[in-house]
Structure formats: C-alpha cells, structure tokens
C-alpha cells in the first residue's frame, strides 16, 4: 500500500507565538505586549472557568449577569474621557457570592451586549473584559486570603466587601494606565483615572454591590431595593453628562463667537484706518499725517511710563483723531486762505463729529474721550468743551501735542516746514497754555534719546 503524504503540523514556540499575536495587533510594540499580558491569563481563566462549572448557584449567576449586562449597556460617557460603570456594584455583589468560575463568565457576558451596540475594536473590547476578569479575580482571591471565619456572618461580609471593592478598583485602573500610556501616550494626570473625585465616585458604587450581596440571602427584592441610590447616581450622572455637554458646546460657540468679533474689529479697524488715511489724502500738504502723528504720540506715551494697553489705546485714538474731517467740505478743508467765523465753526466740529462716528461702532469707547478733546488747551481756550488742566485725558494731551509737531514740521499751503529744533521750540513756549507741560517735556525726552528725530520730520514733509 502507498503512503500518504502529511502535511506537518505547525508549532510555535512562546516567544513565536507571542510575535505572531503582537504583530496583528494595531498597538505599538510596548502596547501590544502589555496587552497580551493582560489578555493571555485572562483567557486562560476562561478556559478553565468553562470545564470547572460549579453545579449549583446559577439563579444568583443569571440575575447578577442580566443586571450586569444592562448596567454594562448604561454606562455614562462623560467628557475629558470619564464613563461612569454602573456594573462594578454587581461584579462586586458576584465576588462576594459567586464562584470564581462564575464570576469570570459573568464578567465576559456583561461586556458582550456592549460590545455589539458600541462596536468597539475587537482588541479594545477584549483588554476591556480581561481588565474586569482579572481585576475581579484579585478582589476574589484578597477576600478570601484577608478575611478570616473567625468573625460574625455580618461582619465578615462587610469587611470582605471592602477589600473586594478596593482590590477591584485599585487593580482596574492599574492595569487600564499603562495601556493608554503605552498605546495613546497619555500621561497619568490626563487619563485622570486617580482623580480622588472620579476614583470616589467608582469606589462609592463598589461599596454598594456589599448590601446587596449581605441582604440577598434574606430577601432577593430587598436587595433589588438596595439598588435605589444607584438609580439615583445614574440620573444625577445622565443629567451631569447633559450640563457638561451642553457646557462644552456654550465654550466652543462663545470660542467662534469671540474670534469671530475680533475678526470684525480688526477689518474694522483697517477699513477706519484707511478711512483716516483717505481724509489726509484730501489735501496733498496733510498725507501721512495720521499715521505720523501716532508715530510721534506713542514716543510720547512712551516717555510718559503708559502701561501697553494704554499706548495700544493711544496708537487707536491718534490713528482716528481726524476721522471727523470727513464731514467737513472740501471748499473748508482744501481752503487756501484764512477761515471765515462761519468756516472755523464747522472746522472746528471735525472732533466732535469723530468722536460720534467711533461711538457708534461700540467697541472703542475708551478712545472716543481722546478723538473728542484732542483740541483741548490746559488754559480752557481749546473745543469742543473748553476743558482746563487735568479735565482733559492724557491721550488726547499727547495727541494734542504730536498733532501740532507734525503741523509745524510739514509743509503747508500758507507755509514752509519748520526744523525740529524750532517746531520744538514753538511747542514749548506754548507749555503750560496751549500744551500740557508734562507732555511737552515727554516730547523733549523723546527727541534727546533719537525716539524722534529731524530725519523722520524732513522725510515726513518730503513725503506729504
């Protein structure tokens, strides 16, 4: 008779086999193998757990697994990565009055439901029942080792509760760490998985399961109503997950909201400064001189000591403080000669009628006082109110200021341009009248350090 060929039977070794497994796995190398450490005795558990049934019990098994299963199915995502279990109280209740088969079986089955309505990654789903396998496994085994037959029934169920949810909790959260380290990189303080709010709340359910375990053997209904604060935490839970929720959803529209304004005021802010820039434009002596005079009146602020918001503020306000010319004809502005009395008045409503056109903008009200008096004199002979002294805001004193050093310095139809040198002494014989002296003195500060000098002023004039 011929003989038959056999195909030969593969077999791996360990260390093969634990290569084939992790190089399935979608986990980096260290997290593959950390799972492998954590599924390989779990599985084996359940291998063993199959051919060791116990032969009675499975009326306390059937009831702890079905409630296990819907509490399983319940569970609460909450944000930043927390989920609220439930169905700890039960695997705590079947530590305490299962076998360990049992046990085991029953904390694969609970996860089963879930898994076919989350449809969890088949190898995040079963780290995930491992986790509870041996996580219940070492409650069990800290019972049974710590807690003596030598105390009262009550007593030793208690005191056998406590160390079943400590070991449990403690275990299953020591083995789901490192994996989201190793498989997601996240740090210990950002799984917060020891949080003592969140790892509080896990252990107050553990504890529950003990009562129901202790009453069950009395009455299986009063136990089911030992469940009534658990029912409670879930809804308080649900409606938690609702506010945070609702919460999360408030920050990222008021997020899109706040970038959205910003977006508005700064196009805003170019469109006013272009405006600014087209009505210096008006008359070929004065282009530039809104942007120069902020120039000029930021060294002064500067010299001044202002914190950065107020030179921001500053920088605003002399880039706008002649925006209100764009009411003022052109037959006023562009005239060559000296204004009538009727001609001055609207010239002079230039500030007024600024100040109006930011104030209804609604989002620079702390430079409209700086547009509106920026023609003010420490002496009261200034408009539009006549303000004297310290009545009149610093911005609009050092507005007042650069304003006029960019007047004498620049060529204008009735006259030439001045040096710095004379336009500075101009100013300061204007000191304490028509100009603020301690700005006057900032603007000497400002030219003795370079901030401001007789090049920037000959190119000024050149430019307008």
Known sequence: MAETATAPIAVFRPRQLLTLITDRLPLPPAAAAFWVAVV?????????????????????FAVLALAASLAQMSAVHMTRRRVFHPAIVFVIAGILVLSPEQLVLMCVLQHLPEWLK????????????????????????????????SSEASTRTAIAGVVAASCFVLANRCLLAPMLRLARGMSLRATRLFDPDDIGLEYVLALMGVPV????????????LTLAPLVLIQITQRAMQHVEVASETIQTQNGALEDASRLVVERSMAALEALSATVDARDTYTAGHSRRVRDYAMAIGAELGLATEELDMLSQAAMLHDIGKIAVPDSVLLKEGKLETAEW?????????????????????????????HHERPDGRGYPAGLRGNEIPVPARIIHVADALDAITTTRVYRGAVGLADALEQIRRGRGTDFCTDCVSALERAVATGAVTETGHLEASVAA
């Open 40 to 60: 390989a005795p779990a599985a084996a558990a359940s291998y063993f757990a199959l051919h060791r049934l116990p032969a009675g019990g499975w009326n306390r």
């Open 118 to 149: 989350q449809r969890y990654a088949w190898y995040i789903q079963t780290f995930n029942i491992a986790n509870y396998v041996v996580a219940a496994l070492a409650g069990y085994a800290a019972t049974r080792m710590l807690v003596g037959p």
């Open 213 to 224: 375990a202790a009453v069950w053997a009395t009455s299986l209904p009063l136990a089911a």
């Open 345 to 373: 008045i609207v010239m002079k409503s230039h500030a007024e009628e600024g100040a109006r056109i930011i104030e209804r903008l609604g989002y620079l009200d702390e430079v409209v006082p700086a547009i509106r008096h």
